[in-house]
Structures are given as structure tokens and as C-alpha cells.
T-cell receptor, first 108, second 114 residues
Framework: QQKVQQSPESLIVPEGGMASLNCTFSDRNSQYFWWYRQHSGEGPKALMSIFSNGDKKEGRFTAHLNKASLYVSLHIKDSQPSDSALYFCAGNTDKVVFGTGTRLQVSP | ETAVFQTPNYHVTQVGNEVSFNCKQTLGHDTMYWYKQDSKKLLKIMFSYNNKQLIVNETVPRRFSPQSSDKAHLNLRIKSVEPEDSAVYLC?????????????FGPGTRLLVL
């Protein structure tokens, strides 16, 4: 069964700073990956998907994928207080498996 | 913009009671899911339906049963709730059962079992 480990568990960054979130997968058959964000009291919302090795940038968010290393990361540039949330990575083999989550707090 | 709707938002009940949660999606998707999010915020898939057909049924207690009347609706019934059922239940949908399909979540139903 796919295991998805995220680090760190929690992270505090100053407003305007860079937040870096990491994710490792156990199943080499994983091909498709996502980052989801969940604000308190809401359901998770997909931030971005990444299916090819390398970097993918969308605004302040950059995802990086290395399938050989089973590693995905998310970098948030110029972090804002509204970025404070729980972040999940997710990968798909025969079904989607979500990571353990990283709680990000952006301090004003 | 919400396109996956869940009711109720919150439900408090006693051990042994039966509860039902409703989910509707207006995205025209073929696949719907139920997840359980526990107190540690871990997301665990419970059931997946594709075009009203059950395709994934994870190891969950028999007291949990999904019900789908059409591909836009997927309800969850829990017979005889237990204290460990206290959690947030999240409904989601995706365009299809394909590996590349992003999931869209509802706001969740928070269940508290006393």
C-alpha cells in the first residue's frame, strides 16, 4: 500500500518569506501528483498538479517532481497570511493517496 | 465557488444511533468519493463510486454504507455509530476514474458521537 510522508509537520514563516514543503512516496508506480490546501473549516482544494519531472510554476507557487527519487515539493514565494493552512500532497497509483499534511502558519 | 455540497454541516448524536450524510455535486463528474478525516487531520478514503457503481470499498466497518441514486449524488449512512466515528466526513468528485483527474471536495460534515 502506498505510503506518503510529508515534512515538516508544521512550519512557521514570516510574511513575505519562502515556505518549502516536502513529500516522499513509497510506490514507484505513482505517476500523477497534486498539492492540496485546506483552510480551517473547509474541504481541501487542489492547488496544482504535476505529472512530469522538473518544476511547474503557477504564480507564487512552484512544484517540483523527481519520480526517480519519489519526491515532490512545493515552494511558496512571498508567503501571505492567507496561505496559512494545512497542505497535503497526493499521488495516484490505482487510487489517490494523501500525505500526512504540513501545517503552514504565515506570521504577519 | 462551491460545487460539491454536503449536508448537514455538523451533527451531534449518541452512541448506537443511525446517521445519514448527503452529498451532491454540480460539476457533471462521473466519480464521487467519501473520505474520513480524523482528529490528526489524516485523510482516508472510504468509498469511491463511478457512474453509480461502487469501485473502491476500503476496509471500513460494516456499519458504514454508501448510497448513490445517480452520479451527482452520493450519500453515506452509518448504522449504530461508535465514539471512534467522530470525525469530519468529506465528499469529493472527479471528472472520471482516470489517474490524472483532480478531486474537488465539499466543505465536510463534522460528526460528534457522545
Amino acid at each position: 500500500q502506498q505510503k506518503v510522508q510529508q515534512s515538516p509537520e508544521s512550519l512557521i514563516v514570516p510574511e513575505g518569506g519562502m515556505a518549502s514543503l516536502n513529500c516522499t512516496f513509497s510506490d514507484r508506480n505513482s505517476q500523477y501528483f497534486w498539492w492540496y490546501r485546506q483552510h480551517s473549516g473547509e474541504g481541501p482544494k487542489a492547488l496544482m498538479s504535476i505529472f512530469s519531472n522538473g518544476d511547474k510554476k503557477e504564480g507564487r507557487f512552484t512544484a517540483h517532481l523527481n519520480k526517480a527519487s519519489l519526491y515532490v515539493s512545493l515552494h511558496i514565494k512571498d508567503s501571505q497570511p492567507s496561505d496559512s493552512a494545512l497542505y497535503f500532497c497526493a499521488g495516484n497509483t490505482d487510487k489517490v493517496v494523501f500525505g500526512t499534511g504540513t501545517r503552514l502558519q504565515v506570521s504577519p | 465557488e462551491t460545487a460539491v455540497f454536503q449536508t448537514p454541516n455538523y451533527h451531534v448524536t449518541q452512541v448506537g444511533n443511525e446517521v445519514s450524510f448527503n452529498c451532491k455535486q454540480t460539476l457533471g463528474h462521473d466519480t464521487m468519493y467519501w473520505y474520513k478525516q480524523d482528529s490528526k487531520k489524516l485523510l482516508k478514503i472510504m468509498f469511491s463510486y463511478n457512474n453509480k457503481q461502487l469501485i473502491v470499498n476500503e476496509t471500513v466497518p460494516r456499519r458504514f454504507s454508501p448510497q448513490s441514486s445517480d452520479k451527482a449524488h452520493l450519500n453515506l449512512r452509518i448504522k449504530s455509530v461508535e465514539p471512534e466515528d467522530s470525525a469530519v466526513y468529506l465528499c469529493a468528485s472527479s471528472r472520471d476514474w482516470g489517474a490524472q483527474d483532480t478531486q474537488y471536495f465539499g466543505p465536510g460534515t463534522r460528526l460528534l458521537v457522545l
